[in-house]
């Protein structure tokens, strides 16, 4: 069960609030994020929802029978807008574009990167600052010092920065430099890192696991929402199967089933999805089709000198051509 | 290796191009379809191909390292079309739609459904005879009497039939009423069974095996062209993975990557893809997106009462505005 | 629902039974086996079983709630035997050892082979005369000439025989020179085979599908025994995962779930399973300890020489070593 | 190429030995842990390994051309040994038992536990007391009061303490009162985690990722390694597959891969890896069977009234005959 409170709602209105609802034994949650205070109520006692939301102190209540509760469109009919500010926002109905190195290698890549951007009028930039590698004996990122350069161009240039964090350590320090912090899919189920970003008021990008199911993601999602950050964007970018002719499989269905079950921003990996450089352009445009509120795509202007994921990385002429087909297939998705 | 013979090529000079491709030590397959003459060698020894190529009686040469060979787009860059005669063609740069119910079930079905194809102007009516099932108790189709009924209403509209086949003995007693056999995702690897497909002269198409890899795929249609069939299609269908939330997880990668690979058309098959009557639409058109030459999917004038697969199937309503988006989606794909 | 019919039932007794199920709205099937009579009800409604099981006629009457129900050891508590004659049997509490090459080479290999099973007291000697190969171009077996050859040589020793049989119209040709019957991972769901090995006085084996569940390797199973062939086996030779590791994942879970939920011999095949030679005899030991009631694995005189799968076959001395230590295994097993 | 250092090594020595192998354009990597100081290089270029093994201060040198290195048993042929102390031995020859409830619950079912292990001379108790769990409203761990507790009855009755570590944090708090850290199925990609439990002087077990390949867990040993800690050990606990007819598929061949592959002992933990707890026998067997140098499994005096898991936890008469029964494979697998 979620329960919207009242903005100004008194302590001792929200103690009955706890106390009748714990009667009906249901372990509570308290939830304060950026946009509202909540109470989650967990428990298997069917009880008559209107005794309990003709309390004052309720603006609202709901059951919502998913394991996840918070991010679930059931309870929360109007989708989530996630804006980054100076006009950018994802959200339903738009089509963000992130775009960038898979690393963040240097100055010069990172203003030759912003000005192929800002060519194309994309607004957000994505790139690796620390870098989970299975190998310990491979590049790990520029870390903060790489954070800070591409800060400062990005700030003059009104780029806004996504870039993944690996550990709770390394949240204070990114804070100041960071648009999106992005979950990557080893930390998917990093419930202590999930628990730490809900105290960040940033937003934050969660991609679905290595072989994470689609259940998990959500509620991975709702561990952040339910320690107070509702600012969430989903990401599909592939899961792990028999078939190896690609890096990972793109979960098309995904993205359709995700948009259905919550209410949340979900953005498609089309560079991890299928991990070939050649085909990053019908998998993207396929799950804008698919139902996507944005893309996330790397690209490098010569791929065959990136630090990393050269192989699925697009040189900018293909990126561009990405981006002009990308507005086209939305504009007609809107259309229908 | 693959050696087109000319077409009026003697007994000897055939004899003599043998005898020439053995003393390489390959192991050759004479393989003679409704389009032309091959020779198909399989072996490691290098060799120069002029000294073959030079050779009377050859039109063209081709080494194909892959493990299929004439189903590969590296000798045949000119993309394979298949006529079904009155103007039916399945090929690169169409959009073939092929749309009915998982199994026939009697006249008045067949003739609501072929209503249903000729208001949209769909030409090509799928539908299920003899159907696999996992229980020995499940319903398993009508049979041949079935197919003789749809046969006779659907010849007189003008539409093209599809049907599975699920063993040898089927072939003959089907052929005269059958314009597309279809190979069942059970029976991709009945090898059999694409051996004798191989004799006949109608178009197949091949389904992607439950856990078939994409290699796999093209292996089974190497086997119905080198039997003497090139009249192939291949269809992605979804495939098993660990993800429960969706029947399969449709691989949209392998579309792009079929494409890429084989020059036979590819058809998407949404309806087994996600198994979720509401997300059929935005699969369907994202597998447009991805390249698809076609899509093959449910539709039923009341799913609830179908005899199978009713989760999944469209009733008319539906399935009529699925049409016209995804020719929406086709033009604007080949128009950019 | 099974009913177990009296042996010596009239018809008019009979048609009473079936009147009285079909009232309550169950589909039957009527089976006749090798070894009993049945009627299988397929239905919902709920019915007091007392009221069908003190009809005239009924020997004994279960619910079986499984998709299958014949092969379920809900309703048969003692585990069936499969008896090849000679005393040779294969049954819960025994440990039947079943070995040879993957494709029979001919009479050298042949006698080889034998004299290598009699030397290691092996009753039953595997290898294929059709076989299963992805690609058209591969040696696809020696077919009834190599298996009677085979059947001559192995009569004379006292051996029997397991071969594959991968499509119906084998059946026949087969027949006289086999001792089980084997379905290969392409073909378990091959409903027309499974059908036709159910008109088969001959033993079956089933191995699990490429990525057939449990379920469906049971249903299969269903399939040949609602025909009326009871004398079955169930195979479990690994599956189809990410891991590369191994060529596929022995699902050593399968083994003790199957002991479970059915009174058919299990049987292990260690060399598909991993697929790697060094590791097969680690495997199999662990296979046996998890309650297999019998082993199949590849063995050749020479596995660098066989004509197929020779980096999984054990040469004689492996095999010799792998034999004992399997005894000792089973031994301790029975023993505790 | 890894180069063990001689003890005592000058500054000036190592120095000259680093800029050889840098020379040949290798990245080198400075290992130093509780048993030896090693160079790790890594590099594509070919060498005399001569020119460089013969240099003074190195004591030995080894090309590894896997991905890892210093968790081969290319180089390392003695297999490594966990000592806890006590004569509590975890190592190739031995068969650790870990037993113990999934969550620590309090002081009372502490001792049941502590007792029941002492009755069979179990050395080593398993217990949660930070617990990953999908949801963020399940029950998280009783965390550093419950270890406490835990450690204070364990200590007093001579039993050694494994349990999991979540985040870096976690670890200096747990450090005295944890005699092996285990690292979960959802942090084996954890690096940073990884990183830091290098540097603490405490034995390291580190599970299989819910999908992770067998390259990927010995990547993850490297890391630990080459930040300063070999008293690792590897534990392979099922890996999800599309079968659910049990939690996880135990991947019996990775445990027989493993051992092949890394000097490092290999434990076996059958309750995740079937989930049920009828079946957790066979596969535990099954896994000695198949050379698990150990095996970590879940007890509970009241399954029914565990606070999770209680689904695959044996109770203490299971777990007695569990143990007994695994002595005894052990013994016979040690004798043959």
Redesign the interface.
């Known amino acids: 069960m979620i329960i919207q409170l009242e903005k100004e709602i008194s302590a001792k209105t929200k103690e009955e609030i706890v106390r009748k609802v714990s009667d009906l034994k249901y372990?509570i949650?308290d939830v304060k994020t950026q946009k509202g205070d909540y109470l989650?109520g967990?428990g298997k006692q069917e009880f008559d929802i209107r005794d309990v939301g003709h309390m004052p102190g309720i603006s609202d209540i709901h059951i919502v029978s998913d394991?996840?509760k918070l991010v679930s469109r059931k309870w929360k009919v109007n989708p989530t807008t996630i804006d980054l500010g100076d006009g950018v926002c994802i959200e339903e109905g738009g089509m963000a574009i992130m775009a960038g190195p898979c690393s963040i290698e240097g100055e010069e890549q990172i203003d030759k990167t912003i000005n192929h951007l800002k060519e194309n009028d994309v607004k957000i930039m994505r790139g690796g600052v620390y870098k989970?590698?299975?190998?310990?004996?491979s590049f790990r990122g520029m870390g903060i010092e790489g954070l800070k350069l591409w800060y400062k161009a990005a700030r003059s240039a009104g780029i806004k920065i996504i870039t993944e964090v690996?550990?709770?350590?390394q949240i204070e320090e990114m804070l100041p430099y960071v648009d999106i912090f992005q979950v990557g899919a080893?930390?998917t189920?990093?419930?202590?890192?999930l628990?730490e970003l809900g105290l960040v008021d940033k937003p934050v990008l969660i991609k679905r696991?290595?072989?994470g199911?689609?259940?998990?993601l959500l509620?991975s999602a709702?561990?952040v929402f339910?320690?107070g950050n509702e600012n969430l964007m989903l990401c599909e970018r592939g899961?792990?199967?028999?078939?190896?002719?690609?890096r990972n499989?793109?979960?098309?269905?995904?993205?359709?089933?995700l948009k259905?079950k919550s209410h949340l921003p979900v953005i498609a990996d089309p560079s991890h999805?299928?991990g070939?450089r050649?085909?990053v352009e019908?998998?993207a445009?396929?799950?804008?089709?698919?139902?996507a509120d944005g893309v996330i795509y790397e690209t490098h202007e010569k791929p065959e000198e990136a630090y990393s994921d050269g192989q699925q990385t697009l040189n900018f002429r293909e990126s561009k051509k990405l981006i002009d087909?990308m507005r086209?297939?939305f504009d007609?998705?809107e259309s229908?």
């Open positions: 372990k949650t989650v967990i394991d996840y989970p590698r299975s190998s310990p004996y690996m550990q709770v350590s080893r930390n189920q990093n419930f202590n890192l628990d696991g290595i072989s199911t689609i259940n998990e509620s709702e561990y339910s320690a899961i792990r199967t028999y078939e190896k002719a690609s499989t793109m979960d098309i269905n995904a993205i359709t089933i259905e999805g299928i070939i050649d085909h019908p998998v445009l396929a799950c804008i089709m698919a139902g087909r086209k297939v007609l998705r229908m």
